[in-house]
């Protein structure tokens, strides 16, 4: 797992690498913190741990982590609390070059 600070739309959000999903996911009250008008999105139904949940599938205008930047990257917003910390997933990700060693995950964008 890893953890990194970053911004969506402008606005700073710590993100949860999670290689697994394929969008972005965001709780509602993040997404509202962030301006984001989720309800004008698709209705979509996301498989959690527990049960499926309603959410909104969306697409955020610009997403960053350190020095690269993204436009018009996917995503979803699941209508509650979960999940708690935002997950950057590989609607972001799948569009980078990873690197793991060890405990430590380098990101660079493909050119």
Partial sequence: M???PGSINGFSVDFLVE????AIALN????KRLGIDYVKGEVIGVKTAF???K????MLDQVQVGQIKLHNVSAMVLDGPEPACAL????FLGQLDMER???RMDLKQKF
């Avoid at 509602?28 to 997404?31: E, G, L, V």
């Avoid at 959410?55 to 969306?58: K, L, Q």
């Fill in 19 to 22: 290689t697994g999903a394929s």
């Fill in 101 to 103: 060693s060890g405990e």
């Fill in 28 to 31: 509602a009250p993040t997404a």
């Fill in 51 to 53: 049960r499926i949940e």
């Fill in 2 to 4: 890893y953890l990194t």
């Fill in 55 to 58: 959410a909104y599938r969306i």
């Fill in 88 to 91: 950057l997933d590989m609607s």
